[in-house]
């Protein structure tokens, strides 16, 4: 009787081998990193089409000028429109009206002239030319139900190569993705989490130097270089460095404490929830209320408020924002080294150098 040696033995048939395969490479962390991408889809795709499928003007601050009682009863007037578009109040005087635009108390006016047939509707589309263009439709319609006529004045002229007043939001959205990018590229080639304080403060300084760099670079880009957003270019330039670095920062922060999957947590803080609440394609009074409500308080819709403001309303109103962005810089600093220091306790001291 033959007998077959090992070297002889047929070999494993392909579909074991096969399944071998699949089984070393579908691993429990594998599994859970592809339902996380599953999830931050399904959630780009909710977030985006829930913040902008629907465009309708909420409770735009919005002045009335008229004598006392015609005030009063323009106002009363506004309040009522179906759906509550405007929220109005009434302002002294032309020239009160026009100063609260510029300093982005409110997003348009209208001037009752009695004596007149025309009435004058100031707007100011460097605020969002979306918004504008809705707050003449509306008026128009309304003054037409009382056989008068609106004469519209841009207050806060968006740029002629800024268009829809878009331009201020696409600069504020590439600082974000040049921060949470070159945080991501961090980790990818030396680990999410760094191995110590020491590290952790290379990777911060990394991200300083990137920051100013890509703020500088995005300021000359729309200013000298297309003529796409007026504004002071030095302006531009801190205001970009912070945004970079806050989102860097930040991310930073998530991959210390969460390790690779941060980078998924900072796309959905700052791409999935803040992209589409930034004020951008939409200003923040034509979005539905969580997006309203949540855009001002991350980094992208806080970075779109400051670059409008200081390209069409002479810097004013951006304390907030400002803050709102240090904020942001500040917690992805502290987490940062505070998660460093932890890591190195547990560990039981400094571990041996590694790359930054």
């Known amino acids: 009787m033959t007998q077959t040696t090992g070297a002889d033995a047929p070999p494993a048939p392909r579909s074991s081998s096969f399944l071998a395969e699949v089984k070393d490479a579908v691993t429990p962390r ?4 592809v339902l996380g991408v599953i999830a931050l889809q399904l959630l780009f795709i ?11 003007p909420r409770d735009v601050p919005f002045g009335v000028v008229a004598p006392a009682a015609a005030a009063q009863q323009a106002v009363t007037r506004l309040e009522r429109l179906p759906g509550s578009p405007l929220d109005p109040r009434a302002v002294a005087d032309e020239a009160t009206a026009r100063k609260k635009i510029m300093n982005r108390e409110i997003d348009g006016a209208l001037i009752v002239h009695p004596a007149r047939t025309t009435d004058t509707l100031l707007v100011a589309s460097g605020g969002g030319t979306v918004l504008a263009t809705t707050l003449e439709k509306y008026l128009t319609v309304l003054e037409a139900s009382q056989q008068r006529t609106v004469r519209t004045v841009d207050v806060a002229p ?21 921060g949470y990018l ?17 590290r952790a403060t290379i990777r911060l300084a990394v991200m300083v130097l990137v920051s ?18 007026p504004g002071s270019v030095a302006a531009l330039w801190g205001l970009g460095a912070l945004v970079t670095f806050s989102v860097g920062a930040a991310t930073l922060a998530l ?19 803040g992209n589409p609440s930034a004020g951008g394609a939409f200003p923040l009074p034509m979005l ?6 949540i855009g001002p308080a991350l980094p992208p819709g806080a970075g779109t408020w400051v670059a409008r403001s200081i390209a069409y309303f002479d810097g004013n109103d951006t304390t907030a924002a400002l803050l ?3 904020a942001w810089a500040a917690a992805g600093i502290v987490i940062t080294l505070v998660a460093a220091v932890l890591r190195t306790r547990r560990r039981g001291g400094p571990r041996p150098a590694q790359t930054p």
């Open 30 to 33: 594998a599994t859970v990193l």
């Open 46 to 56: 909710a977030s985006y089409v829930g913040a902008l499928h629907d465009p309708k």
């Open 158 to 178: 968006a740029s002629p190569q800024d268009f829809d007043g878009l331009t201020s939001f696409y600069l504020v959205v590439g600082w974000c993705v040049g």
């Open 182 to 198: 070159c945080a991501s590229i961090l980790a990818i080639s030396t680990g999410a989490r760094p191995a110590n304080a020491s």
């Open 212 to 229: 100013i760099v890509g703020g500088l670079g995005g300021a000359v880009i729309v200013g000298p270089i297309l003529g796409a957003l």
């Open 255 to 273: 991959q210390g404490v969460f390790g690779i999957v941060g980078i998924g947590l900072a796309i959905l803080l700052v791409v999935i929830a």
């Open 288 to 293: 539905p209320p969580f997006w309203k409500a």
């Open 324 to 326: 709102v962005l240090s």
